[in-house]
Nanobody, 115 residues
């Protein structure tokens, strides 16, 4: 079992920055890929970025250049979000995929971009 806890969400003005954190606990040795997804009101959950244990990254095309994913010690993952826009408002979820294909989700952290 893997538990994921996100932190760092909140209210930020357009153009501002936020850094989200996700801490994994439990069977962290089993985790291969970690990532961030988001779900805006009335929309489906979508990929933001993923990072493998080896550091390989993947981003949603629309977010490249503004968002950066990083990982520390295999069980901490961060999402640095810059130049935030109102359309970035969403609940951001941490995700972990194990080597055996099991997927875990955190409960999410709300990011609101508004003046």
């Amino acid at each position: 079992q893997v538990q994921l806890v996100e932190s760092g969400g909140g209210l930020v003005q357009p153009g501002g920055s936020l850094r989200l954190s996700c801490a994994a606990s439990g069977s962290v040795f089993s985790i291969n890929v970690m990532g961030w997804y988001r779900q805006a009101p009335g929309k489906e959950r979508e990929l933001v970025a993923t990072i493998t244990r080896g550091g390989g990254t993947k981003y949603a095309d629309s977010l490249k250049g503004r968002f950066t994913i990083s990982r520390d010690n295999g069980n901490l993952v961060y999402l640095q979000m810059n130049s935030l826009k109102p359309e970035d408002t969403a609940v951001y979820y941490c995700n972990a995929n194990t080597y055996s294909g099991i997927v875990y989700w955190g409960k999410g952290t709300l990011v609101t971009v508004s003046s």
